[in-house]
């Protein structure tokens, strides 16, 4: 009898439930192989009896974060899963985004708490930047994220991250590093379309796996070795900032997109890293 591994998946009535559901079929096969099936279920129902859990599809946990944190906090011991509970409590919130910098890993600025007129007038003086972008500290996808010059109206936005606009993510690009079992597998370059800071495809943005250089490996590598547990999956997005270097702009370890059409071979890892752990 294959072994059952729930995936957590959006919500029923989540608008991202038929997307999810397309891109989970393209691993069900190499779970099969490793004599797993895979079973969708929407995170919002919690734990259920199989014998784990992945997280990878919990799309939309971000527009209900009381009940997701919840939902954590109170996830069984004996029902293993993955990434574990802790760790995707902690990555919640861009707040990790400050403990990692306390342990030396460079951070595109940021400055966090509420977003008014009167403190995005002081990050404007903080940053010495022409233009910013404030975004939730819980988010996805772009989700209420803006970007403001210099006397934008501002909307009040509570728990709120503000940070420079970055210019290279029309440029360069973000670099996206993917992780599978704590070893590195492949690096995206994400591009926005000129004008705009978003790098999702559905605002425009174009993704091209790429060779990464040994210094934006090690950067990577530096950036998992500093989570607070050990991660089955995540993925780390760096981005060039004013003085030329390198920042981590986000680690993500709840529901990343493993960008399984740029690297066919992410369901087996992903699948044979699962079998290790149980």
């Given at each position: 009898?294959?072994?059952?591994?729930?995936?957590?998946?959006?919500?029923?009535?989540?608008e991202?439930?038929?997307m999810?559901?397309?891109?989970?079929?393209?691993?069900?096969?190499?779970?099969?192989?490793?004599?797993?099936?895979?079973?969708?279920?929407?995170?919002?129902?919690?734990?259920?009896?199989?014998?784990?859990?992945?997280?990878?599809?919990?799309?939309?946990?971000?527009?209900?974060?009381?009940?997701?944190?919840?939902?954590?906090?109170?996830?069984?011991?004996?029902?293993?899963?993955?990434?574990?509970?802790?760790?995707?409590?902690?990555?919640?919130?861009?707040?990790?985004?400050?403990?990692?910098?306390?342990?030396?890993?460079?951070?595109?600025?940021?400055?966090?708490?509420?977003?008014?007129?009167?403190?995005?007038?002081?990050?404007?003086?903080?940053?010495?930047?022409?233009?910013?972008?404030?975004?939730?500290?819980?988010?996805?996808?772009?989700?209420?994220?803006?970007r403001?010059?210099?006397?934008?109206?501002?909307?009040?936005?509570?728990?709120?991250?503000?940070?420079?606009?970055?210019?290279?993510?029309?440029?360069?690009?973000?670099?996206?590093?993917?992780?599978?079992?704590?070893?590195?597998?492949?690096?995206?370059?994400?591009?926005?379309?000129?004008?705009?800071?978003?790098?999702?495809?559905?605002?425009?943005?174009?993704?091209?796996r790429?060779?990464?250089?040994?210094?934006?490996?090690?950067?990577?590598?530096?950036?998992?070795?500093?989570?607070?547990?050990?991660?089955?999956?995540?993925?780390?997005d760096?981005?060039?900032?004013?003085?030329?270097?390198?920042?981590?702009?986000?680690?993500?370890?709840?529901?990343?997109?493993?960008?399984?059409?740029?690297?066919?071979?992410?369901?087996?890892?992903?699948?044979g890293?699962v079998?290790?752990?149980?």
């Amino acid at each position: 009898m294959p072994t059952v591994i729930d995936v957590l998946m959006p919500a029923a009535d989540s608008e991202y439930g038929a997307m999810a559901s397309a891109i989970l079929d393209r691993y069900r096969d190499a779970f099969a192989a490793r004599d797993m099936t895979l079973s969708a279920r929407p995170w919002n129902l919690g734990p259920g009896d199989s014998a784990a859990t992945l997280a990878l599809f919990a799309w939309g946990y971000h527009l209900d974060v009381a009940r997701w944190e919840a939902m954590l906090a109170a996830w069984p011991a004996e029902r293993p899963l993955f990434n574990p509970a802790p760790l995707l409590a902690w990555n919640t919130r861009k707040t990790y985004l400050l403990e990692l910098e306390a342990v030396g890993i460079p951070i595109v600025p940021s400055r966090f708490g509420h977003a008014d007129q009167a403190s995005v007038a002081a990050a404007f003086a903080a940053f010495g930047a022409d233009e910013l972008v404030v975004k939730p500290q819980v988010s996805g996808g772009s989700y209420r994220t803006v970007r403001v010059r210099p006397g934008d109206p501002v909307e009040p936005l509570d728990d709120a991250i503000i940070q420079p606009f970055i210019p290279a993510v029309s440029g360069e690009g973000e670099l996206s590093f993917l992780f599978i079992g704590g070893t590195f597998s492949h690096s995206v370059r994400k591009v926005a379309k000129p004008g705009d800071f978003r790098i999702q495809p559905q605002f425009g943005g174009i993704f091209t796996r790429f060779d990464p250089e040994p210094a934006q490996l090690a950067l990577a590598e530096t950036v998992i070795a500093g989570l607070p547990e050990p991660s089955l999956y995540a993925r780390v997005d760096l981005l060039r900032i004013a003085d030329g270097s390198l920042a981590l702009m986000e680690l993500e370890a709840i529901e990343p997109d493993l960008y399984p059409d740029m690297a066919p071979d992410v369901p087996a890892r992903l699948a044979g890293a699962v079998r290790l752990l149980l």
